[in-house]
């Protein structure tokens, strides 16, 4: 029976990231307006590091965290090491949310990330469009359409 989503948090690789992978993870945000009008995107939402540099990494912990321990449901790419991405991976599997973690076919992936007991699906993609249409299957298949 699907699961209703009030909340979903986008699990981000940034301090490393390029703006190409930004717009990826803009994508994902509107596939999951499907089953959630509630999406938390960080660096659209005042973390990012390159343009919210002024924001200190106290507060980045704080809003972040609040944000991941809300979610029912963490997207997280865990192609490209990222510490922030570990600790909300941790953060969602302690407070019992729903993990879906995805990354490219080339990518070397951590397995403490594969792991990880509250991840529900893994997503290997051959690129973007791949990535769109095996997520956009899992949300139907797993999740109440938003209404």
Not at 33 to 58: E, F, M, Q, W
Request: with cysteine.
């Amino acid at each position: 029976m699907p699961k209703k989503i009030n909340k979903i948090y986008i699990s981000e690789a940034l301090t490393h990231a390029n703006e190409n992978i930004k717009l990826v993870y803009e994508k994902i945000s509107e596939i999951c307006r499907l089953v959630c009008s509630d999406i938390y995107v960080p660096h659209i939402n005042g973390t990012d590091p390159i343009k919210n540099p002024d924001v200190a990494p106290r507060e980045v912990w704080k809003k972040d965290h609040r944000q991941v321990a809300s979610a029912d449901l963490i997207i997280a790419y865990v192609g490209l090491p990222s510490l922030g991405v570990g600790a909300e991976l941790e953060i969602a599997r302690i407070t019992d949310s729903d993990i879906i973690i995805w990354w490219y076919k080339d990518d070397k992936v951590s397995r403490i990330a594969l792991g990880n007991p509250a991840v529900v699906e893994q997503i290997q993609a051959d690129n973007e469009n791949d990535l769109y249409e095996k997520l956009n299957g899992i949300l139907q298949s797993r999740y109440e359409p938003k209404k």
